[in-house]
């Protein structure tokens, strides 16, 4: 039994998919019913509906399981508790392999999210459960999040247009920890850096531009207004007059839904207020020095191919939205 933590995430889902296709039994650990039905869809085998910061909760994902595939959402700012369960308890349920989902760049101490992973990884190391550690890069997925402002022309994110940003796809993340989630031995206390490609905003615009036939413009909106939504009310001008200048009326429409999707980015009104601070002085340091790709050997050496690029991610992208609009249509 193979089981899988945020089963119902970017990752977590095309994880899921892919264990299933190949026929291994998989126990999905999320966090409500809905999800719960998601991943049921996606082949999971057994489901855990909880909170990973609950100890029966994990004790009942462990029971049986011999290779655990671990990702903590972003808003859990704290993941030291649920290590060290996972590292008392998982060998007495059986538990013979951790392949822990950390970040890139762990060592930049100043950002909560990265300082934790630091911390999850050093108790994993010194403890005697086999470990393998992947390291992803920021998702090329991160800006589908603002797809009817892309349809619509713009690409506002709440990081400098001209910073580089180390990027990969979450399909290739999935795929490599399909790899080792099925054969752990030969990775066992490897790290592996996930990253593909650096490029600036204003480089991910252009590609976009070309995939979908009109402009796509970069646009900065400041990282403060993760946590205070009027600071983005100066950049909505930006905002509106790129779009025009791209799409003309056929903005107005994408312009309206995405507003309404920006007002609640990654579900981040529902986070405790520590964790949007923290998130947001992530932006906030991004935004200022970017992030940049770890080894860029790494990959395709667990993929045995090249990894996707940009354009084939947003092309793939493209076609997934067609075809869902025509599912939703007919």
């Known amino acids: 039994m193979i089981t899988v933590t945020s ?21 999905a650990v999320v966090k409500n019913i809905d999800q719960e ?83 999850a990884e050093g108790l994993l190391r010194d403890s005697t459960m086999p470990t393998t550690v992947l390291r992803p890069s920021h998702y090329m997925q991160n800006y589908l999040e603002i797809w009817d402002l892309l349809q619509a022309g713009v690409m506002p994110y709440p990081v400098s247009p001209n910073s580089v940003m180390g990027v990969v796809d979450v399909a290739d993340v999935a795929e490599a920890a399909a790899t080792i989630a099925l054969d752990p031995a030969p990775h066992t206390g490897r790290t592996y850096d996930l990253s593909t490609v650096e490029l600036t905003r204003h480089e991910m615009a252009a590609i976009w531009a070309k995939v979908l036939g009109h402009g796509v413009t970069a646009v900065r909106i400041p990282p403060s207004s993760l946590t205070q939504r ?72 667990l993929l045995g191919r090249e990894p996707n690029s940009y354009e084939d991610f947003a092309r793939r992208s493209v076609a997934e939205y067609e075809q869902q609009s025509r599912s939703d249509r007919g």
Do not use: C
Not at 7 to 27: N, S
């Open 7 to 27: 089963a119902a995430g970017g990752v977590g889902r095309l994880l899921v998919r892919q264990l299933a296709q190949r026929g291994v039994p998989v126990r």
């Open 37 to 119: 039905r998601t991943t049921r869809r996606d082949g999971a085998t057994e489901v855990v509906v909880g909170d990973l910061r609950s100890p029966q909760t994990l004790d009942t994902a462990l029971l049986g399981t011999t290779v655990l595939y671990h990702a903590a959402p972003t808003q859990i700012i704290d993941e030291r508790p649920i290590i060290e369960h996972l590292i008392a308890s998982g060998p007495s349920q059986g538990l013979q392999h951790i392949v822990f989902h950390s970040v890139i760049h762990p060592d930049l101490h100043e950002l909560t999210h990265h300082r934790q992973k630091d911390v």
């Open 230 to 301: 009027a600071a983005a009310l100066p950049a909505l001008g930006s905002v509106v007059t790129h779009a025009v200048r791209a799409t003309g009326l056929r903005s107005v429409g994408h312009l309206v839904r995405g507003a309404g999707a920006a007002s609640n980015p990654r579900g981040m009104n529902n986070w405790p207020p520590d964790a949007r601070e923290a998130y947001r002085v992530m932006m906030s340091h991004y935004d200022r020095h970017g992030l940049p790709a770890g080894d860029l050997n790494v990959l395709p050496a």
